[in-house]
């Protein structure tokens, strides 16, 4: 199984700081990963695919990079609707497989 | 507009049994491979199980092999989640959730239904 970690596990920032996550794969994963945001009590949302390319509709302070086993989310500027819990998801085999989640909080 | 209801979650005594279904509309349901993720209480995502469009494809985690089994009607536009021998720790937020084009990832997820499984 293809083991993701995330990091760091929370964060507290403030409005319009520069936020990045990290996620790493246990085996190389050719940028099969997306990365969704959840709300407490929400589903999870898709933020990105294929390591950077972003679904229609989210906000362009949101990207992706990364290659290999190393992936990282960045949000240029945090905005008070962006406070959530970020998620890492390889998709490059099954068992499919989660990154641990990140906590956003306000600082 | 894709819509994903979750149905069937409840309280089951361990060792119990459950069937979890999940309402889709707004797509062509048979084209898209569906898959089950959960959430215990306070803990990230876990992906469950899977299944093809057609529905002769399935996979599962092997926290639940043996135990889960996934179908699907594509008459009735529903998916499906056969539980058995529930155990505690399969405690959690069930999440359908819609699979892009094949890819893994995915694009449109449920509201969930809470399984609770204690005596």
């Known amino acids: 199984d293809i083991q993701m970690t995330q990091s760091p596990s929370s964060l507290s920032a403030s409005i319009g700081d520069r936020v990045t996550i990290t996620c790493r794969a246990s085996?190389?994963?050719?940028?099969?990963l997306a990365w969704y945001q959840q709300k407490p009590g929400k589903a999870p949302k898709l933020l990105l695919y294929t390591a950077s390319r972003v679904e229609s509709g989210v906000p362009s302070r949101v990207s992706g990079s990364g290659s290999g086993t190393h992936y990282t989310l960045t949000i240029s500027s945090l905005q008070p609707e962006d406070f959530a819990t970020y998620y890492c998801?390889?998709?490059?085999?099954?068992?499919?497989?989660f990154g641990g989640g990140t906590k956003v909080e306000i600082k | 507009e894709v819509q994903l209801s979750e149905s069937g979650g409840g309280l089951v005594q361990p060792g119990g049994s459950l069937r979890l279904s999940c309402a889709a509309s707004?797509?062509?349901?048979?084209?898209?491979?569906m898959s089950w993720v959960r959430q215990a209480p306070g803990k990230g995502l876990e992906w469950v199980s899977a299944i093809s469009g057609s529905g002769g494809s399935t996979y599962y985690a092997d926290s639940v092999k043996g135990r889960f089994s996934i179908s699907r009607d594509n008459s009735k536009n529903t998916l499906y989640l056969q539980m058995k021998s529930l155990r505690a720790e399969d405690t959690a937020v069930y999440y359908c959730?819609?699979?892009?084009?094949?890819?893994?990832?995915?694009?449109?997820w449920g509201q969930g239904t809470l399984v609770t499984v204690s005596s």
């Open positions: 707004g797509f062509t349901f048979r084209s898209y491979a």
């Open positions: 998801q390889q998709y490059s085999g099954t068992p499919l497989t």
């Open positions: 959730a819609h699979e892009r084009d094949s890819s893994g990832y995915f694009d449109y």
């Open positions: 085996q190389g994963i050719s940028n099969s």
